[in-house]
């Protein structure tokens, strides 16, 4: 049985069927594995074909260098070769059987010959099927499938081909993996492989910050994020590279028995956009409220836990490898997120100014970070704050349309401050035009001969005071 999608793909006169040609002429065979057949099989689209065969990577190259008009070899330690025709890529992959030492973060490259071992060694069962592609005309495809992964994708189950402490130890990064498929198809992980991730979870010690970013990337961003979040935590993964999120799990008011930091955390994070700025920082917007729990008259609170919060998701994310650029924005929006909470009585132009100046180009994904942070299960309390962001996005679009508000800067730069002054370059120059900026924000856009009259007054204060 071959899947709709892939009938286009693997009909005769294709490339693909080319291909399958000229490595039947070396006396080889050419599969097409992985992801794409599961996709098809899903009726999802899919970005890449993968192909698998018994030949070496030289003997790759050697098939496809008079039929491809370029061939690249980048990947030629791990067993991968690329072919490009016709403005397309082909990468085929020699079957393989790796296996990651006790103490190496890299795996032990090691090929096989047979598609039924290469199978084997994959992570799930559901991406250890195979089409063999005929080579002769008029020839059906033939389907591959020894660890029943269309049985698997029947039933939504996440499986792997072979015992799954064997599996998780050729590559601990699979039990990542395995919540990460939980989050992206919505399946649910088998008994023994959830049971193997627990017992170990410690083996991913071996695997470098980088791919467990970029799979938590991947988890982060799936249409069933909750799932994969709370298997993630239930099995003990997440606290060997998280362990924030462990600490997370209790009770804001002991006495009144609210929901946990935890639910809650997760419950925000499923509300939000897949984006992965966005839902990591849905992840990490609470994480500094263990650390600032009080109780008191009132019941508990958590002051300053998003300025808490801010630092400690600069340094997990900078432990995981995350860009500069997105520990920025990530950790601003944790910073930034109680700040509408604080305005109870009403938005005043000023404090409108400096939201957007604060948020900048986050602002979007600030405003629906603090719209997905309501859990509440009370209605009151939930229409509530929605009317209070619906007055503050009313007054932002109200002031846009008065005054410049997305670059708000003072009527005069920072030459003009130094030729009106008299200044060289130098700290003065930054005070000044820091008073400039508050006075904008203050009061609104103003007239350079305002501009003058500030610094008139300033510049006499400081000599008053010997500052000058």
């Not at 992959?93 to 060694?121: G, H």
Request: proline share 6%; with cysteine; net charge negative.
């Amino acid at each position: 049985m071959i899947p709709p999608r892939l009938v286009p793909v693997l009909a005769e006169g294709t490339p693909t069927r080319e291909l399958a040609a000229l490595f039947a002429g070396a006396g080889k065979q050419l599969y097409l594995v992985g992801g794409s057949v599961r996709d098809a099989f899903l009726d999802v689209p899919t970005k890449d074909l993968d192909f698998a065969t018994d030949a070496t990577p030289q003997e790759t190259a050697d098939i496809v260098a008079g039929w491809a008009s370029s061939v690249f070899r980048v990947g030629e330690q791990f067993g991968t070769i690329g072919a490009v025709q016709g403005g397309k890529t082909y990468e085929i992959t020699t079957f393989r059987s790796d296996v990651y030492r006790e103490d190496s973060r890299k795996p032990k490259v090691e090929f096989s010959d047979n598609i039924e071992t290469d199978l084997s060694r994959r992570d799930f069962t559901v991406n250890a099927m195979a089409i063999r592609i005929p080579a002769k005309r008029e020839a059906e495809p033939e389907m591959v499938d020894p660890y029943n992964g269309l049985a698997d994708l029947a039933t939504k189950v996440i499986r792997t081909p072979v015992d799954p402490e064997v599996s998780f130890g050729d590559d601990p990064l699979r039990m990542l993996r395995l919540f990460r498929f939980t989050a992206t198809l919505g399946f649910a992980p088998d008994a023994a492989a959830a049971g193997a991730v627990a017992a170990m979870r410690g083996r991913l010690a071996v695997i470098s910050a980088e791919r467990i970013r970029d799979e938590l990337i991947k988890l982060i961003t799936g249409e069933h994020v909750a799932d994969g979040l709370w298997g993630m935590l239930r099995s003990g993964l997440a606290g060997e590279f998280l362990p924030e999120l462990d600490a997370l799990e209790l009770e804001q008011d002991p006495v009144h028995h609210h929901k946990d930091v935890l639910a809650h955390t997760i419950a925000v994070v499923a509300k939000t956009s897949p984006d992965a700025t966005l839902r990591l920082a849905a992840l990490f917007h609470d994480i500094g409220k263990p650390a600032t729990r009080e109780f008191g008259p009132q019941g508990v609170s958590f002051h300053h836990h998003e300025v808490v919060g801010a630092r400690m998701t600069r340094k997990r994310m900078r432990a995981l490898r995350f860009p500069k650029e997105t520990v920025r924005d990530v950790s601003q929006l944790v910073f930034l997120h109680m700040r509408p909470h604080t305005y109870k009585m009403g938005w005043t132009d000023s404090a409108v100014r400096r939201y957007v100046r604060d948020a900048g180009d986050l602002l979007p994904r600030l405003n629906e970070l603090v719209r997905c942070d309501v859990t509440t299960r009370s209605q009151k309390r939930a229409r509530a704050i929605a009317r209070r962001l619906d007055e503050l996005e009313q007054r932002i679009d109200e002031l846009r349309e008065q005054e410049e508000l997305d670059a708000l800067r003072p009527p005069i730069d920072g030459n003009e401050v130094m030729d009106y002054l008299g200044l060289a370059p130098g700290p003065a120059v930054g005070e000044a035009m820091r008073l400039l900026l508050e006075h904008r924000i203050e009061h609104g856009p103003y007239e350079p001969e305002e501009a003058h009259r500030l610094l008139d007054d300033w510049w006499a204060s400081r000599q008053a005071s010997g500052e000058t």
